[in-house]
């Protein structure tokens, strides 16, 4: 088994790429090890040691480091515990937990809210996949837009750009009632 990693725009966080399937479908992230009870994988991967955190994919691993650890050092046994994974037989997730999808929202905003989702689903998640993260919706009040960041994206030096430049920007272009874009924490 070949597993390729590639750096992301966040120096804390590598993204591993096992060349089989991660996640049949959605996301599931787990910003600490205490989160991670519900997967054999995502244990299996904080059991390297200098793990903080680990976001599934459909094809990607996401592992954020400690500020401690040196990639050098804890990388042979990250690539080590994918393996494992693999050769186990078990599965990434137990019953349904960890997978993340939008917040629901109804009201008088539902017909925005499921522009903001789809132009979300459509223009941006896919394009922070490839960063080895993901962005869900959270909520939409007042013309604010709430969003999650998760894997690589939660903690990165250049989200608050992506957040305000990117997303703020393509949102407010097609939805005119959205007047900026906020995150908010796990």
Not at 16 to 23: H, I, K, Q, S, T
Not at 95 to 117: F, L, M, N, R, W
Not at 143 to 171: F, R
Request: proline share 7%; net charge negative; with cysteine.
């Amino acid at each position: 088994m070949f597993i390729q990693t590639e750096s992301t725009p966040n120096p804390a966080t590598l993204k591993f790429l096992p060349g089989r399937a991660v996640l049949a479908a959605g996301t599931a992230d787990f910003p600490t090890e205490e989160a991670a009870s519900a997967s054999p994988f995502a244990r299996r991967v904080f059991g390297a040691g200098g793990v903080a955190g680990v976001f599934f994919g459909p094809d990607f691993v996401t592992v954020t480091k400690t500020d401690e650890a040196d990639w050098a050092h804890i990388k042979p046994g990250i690539l080590g515990a994918i393996m494992e994974h693999y050769q186990s037989g078990e599965p990434v997730m137990e019953g349904e937990a960890g997978s993340v999808e939008h917040a629901a929202h109804d009201g008088p905003d539902e017909e925005i809210v499921s522009q903001i989702k789809e132009l979300l689903d459509t223009r941006v998640r896919p394009a922070v996949a490839q960063d080895g993260g993901d962005i869900t919706f959270h909520g939409f009040e007042r013309g604010v837009v709430y969003l999650h960041m998760q894997g690589a994206c939660a903690g990165c030096p250049s989200s608050t750009m992506t957040l305000k430049m990117g997303i703020e920007n393509l949102l407010r272009h097609y939805i005119p009632e959205v007047t900026e874009v906020r995150p908010v924490a796990g």
